[in-house]
């Protein structure tokens, strides 16, 4: 079994910045992709950022996104990170880290980001 948890969502004024982190425990087999995807409220789930490979591979990026956030993290170690900056109201969400491994695939509970004034 492979548990996801993620942390340091919280409130933050427009323009400022988040570090969110994900950690992966448990019988992770290899890693064919790590994702971050959110949440807002009324809205359907949106892939945010797409990382091939787990780390190190091809990363893209949201148009809505792209040029403020920025991932990283170690496959080996199980750790990844997405940084946000210059946050705007609009990335109000709650955020899920995923992977995908060659025997499943897994989610995180989801960490809330609220950007207000």
């Known amino acids: 079994q492979v548990h996801l948890v993620e942390s340091g969502g919280g409130m933050v004024q427009p323009g400022g910045s988040l570090r969110l982190s994900c950690v992966a425990s448990?019988?992770?087999?290899?890693?064919?992709?790590m994702n971050w995807y959110r949440q807002a409220p009324g809205k359907q789930r949106e892939l945010v950022v797409r990382?091939?490979?787990?780390?190190?591979?091809?990363?893209v990026y949201s148009d809505s996104v792209r040029g403020r956030f920025a991932v990283s993290g170690d496959s080996a170690e199980m750790t990844w990170h997405l940084q946000m900056n210059s946050l705007k109201p609009d990335d109000t969400a709650v955020y899920y880290c995923?992977?995908?491994?060659?025997?499943?695939?897994?989610w995180g509970q989801g960490t809330e980001v609220t950007v207000s004034s």
């Open positions: 448990g019988s992770v087999s290899r890693i064919t992709e």
């Open positions: 995923k992977i995908n491994t060659l025997h499943g695939s897994w």
């Open positions: 990382s091939a490979g787990g780390s190190g591979g091809v990363t």
